[in-house]
Protein backbone atom coordinates (compact mmCIF):
# COMPACT_ATOMS: atom_id res chain seq x y z
CA UNK A 1 0.00 0.00 0.00
CA UNK A 2 1.34 2.93 -0.92
CA UNK A 3 0.49 6.84 -1.20
CA UNK A 4 2.73 9.18 -3.47
CA UNK A 5 1.63 12.88 -3.20
CA UNK A 6 3.04 15.40 -6.06
CA UNK A 7 2.15 18.85 -7.52
CA UNK A 8 3.68 21.02 -4.97
CA UNK A 9 5.89 24.01 -5.92
CA UNK A 10 7.01 27.33 -5.59
CA UNK A 11 3.77 29.93 -6.63
CA UNK A 12 3.07 33.75 -5.46
CA UNK A 13 0.54 34.54 -3.22
CA UNK A 14 -3.10 34.81 -5.00
CA UNK A 15 -2.21 31.69 -7.21
CA UNK A 16 -3.23 28.19 -7.41
CA UNK A 17 -1.55 24.97 -7.52
CA UNK A 18 -3.20 21.28 -7.56
CA UNK A 19 -1.86 18.10 -5.53
CA UNK A 20 -2.24 14.81 -6.23
CA UNK A 21 -1.73 11.53 -4.40
CA UNK A 22 -1.76 9.33 -6.37
CA UNK A 23 -2.54 5.56 -4.64
CA UNK A 24 -1.43 2.34 -5.11
CA UNK A 25 -2.78 -0.79 -3.07
CA UNK A 26 -6.15 1.24 -2.47
CA UNK A 27 -9.43 1.59 -3.86
CA UNK A 28 -10.43 4.93 -2.87
CA UNK A 29 -14.32 4.48 -3.11
CA UNK A 30 -13.37 2.02 0.30
CA UNK A 31 -11.78 4.96 1.80
CA UNK A 32 -11.94 8.05 4.06
CA UNK A 33 -9.17 9.91 2.21
CA UNK A 34 -8.19 13.39 3.68
CA UNK A 35 -4.52 16.03 3.08
CA UNK A 36 -2.52 17.47 5.90
CA UNK A 37 0.37 19.84 6.39
CA UNK A 38 3.17 21.13 8.41
CA UNK A 39 4.28 24.21 8.60
CA UNK A 40 8.03 24.51 9.52
CA UNK A 41 8.44 24.72 12.96
CA UNK A 42 4.78 23.75 13.61
CA UNK A 43 3.06 20.89 14.25
CA UNK A 44 1.14 19.21 11.87
CA UNK A 45 -2.74 20.13 10.74
CA UNK A 46 -5.64 18.60 9.55
CA UNK A 47 -6.54 20.63 6.18
CA UNK A 48 -9.61 18.61 4.28
CA UNK A 49 -11.20 15.43 3.93
CA UNK A 50 -13.48 13.30 1.99
CA UNK A 51 -15.43 10.32 2.40
CA UNK A 52 -15.10 7.04 0.50
CA UNK A 53 -18.28 7.85 -1.60
CA UNK A 54 -16.92 11.31 -2.10
CA UNK A 55 -20.58 12.51 -0.97
CA UNK A 56 -18.93 14.22 1.88
CA UNK A 57 -15.54 16.32 2.73
CA UNK A 58 -15.01 18.88 4.61
CA UNK A 59 -12.01 21.47 5.79
CA UNK A 60 -10.18 23.04 8.52
CA UNK A 61 -11.15 27.01 8.39
CA UNK A 62 -8.17 28.10 6.50
CA UNK A 63 -8.68 26.21 3.75
CA UNK A 64 -12.74 26.67 3.77
CA UNK A 65 -13.27 28.68 0.60
CA UNK A 66 -10.15 28.34 -0.91
CA UNK A 67 -9.22 24.55 -1.42
CA UNK A 68 -11.29 21.63 -2.57
CA UNK A 69 -10.65 18.20 -1.46
CA UNK A 70 -11.33 15.34 -4.64
CA UNK A 71 -10.79 12.32 -6.20
CA UNK A 72 -10.75 10.19 -9.28
CA UNK A 73 -11.69 6.48 -8.04
CA UNK A 74 -10.95 5.29 -11.80
CA UNK A 75 -7.62 6.69 -11.41
CA UNK A 76 -6.94 5.79 -7.86
CA UNK A 77 -6.41 9.66 -6.99
CA UNK A 78 -7.01 11.89 -4.34
CA UNK A 79 -6.91 15.73 -5.43
CA UNK A 80 -6.26 19.02 -3.59
CA UNK A 81 -6.90 22.43 -5.47
CA UNK A 82 -5.92 25.02 -3.57
CA UNK A 83 -6.70 28.56 -5.23
CA UNK A 84 -5.88 31.88 -3.62
CA UNK A 85 -2.39 30.82 -1.85
CA UNK A 86 -1.08 32.86 0.71
CA UNK A 87 2.31 32.87 2.65
CA UNK A 88 0.68 31.00 5.36
CA UNK A 89 -0.18 28.21 3.67
CA UNK A 90 3.47 27.34 3.09
CA UNK A 91 4.20 23.82 4.22
CA UNK A 92 4.78 20.18 3.40
CA UNK A 93 1.60 18.29 2.42
CA UNK A 94 0.63 14.64 3.16
CA UNK A 95 -2.19 12.86 2.03
CA UNK A 96 -3.59 10.52 4.20
CA UNK A 97 -6.07 7.32 3.90
CA UNK A 98 -8.48 4.89 6.06
CA UNK A 99 -9.53 6.47 8.85
CA UNK A 100 -9.47 4.56 11.88
CA UNK A 101 -10.88 7.66 13.94
CA UNK A 102 -12.27 11.21 14.11
CA UNK A 103 -14.23 11.05 10.97
CA UNK A 104 -15.81 14.46 10.96
CA UNK A 105 -13.15 16.14 13.45
CA UNK A 106 -10.92 18.14 12.55
CA UNK A 107 -8.36 15.92 14.53
CA UNK A 108 -9.53 12.58 12.05
CA UNK A 109 -6.64 9.65 12.59
CA UNK A 110 -5.43 7.89 9.43
CA UNK A 111 -3.80 4.36 9.59
CA UNK A 112 -1.68 5.42 6.30
CA UNK A 113 0.13 8.45 4.99
CA UNK A 114 2.42 9.41 1.79
CA UNK A 115 5.73 11.29 1.72
CA UNK A 116 5.05 14.85 1.73
CA UNK A 117 4.77 17.30 -1.12
CA UNK A 118 6.10 20.65 -0.35
CA UNK A 119 4.44 24.27 -1.02
CA UNK A 120 6.40 27.53 -0.95
CA UNK A 121 3.83 30.71 -1.24
CA UNK A 122 5.60 33.66 -1.49
CA UNK A 123 4.75 37.25 -0.76
Known amino acids: VQLQASGGGLVQAGGSLRLSCKTSGYTLRMYHMGWFRQAPGKEREFVAA????????YYADSAKGRFTISKDSRRNTLYLQMNDLKPEDTAVYFC?????????????????WGQGTLVTVSS
Open 50 to 57: ISRSADET
Open 96 to 112: AADVIAGWGTLTPTFRS
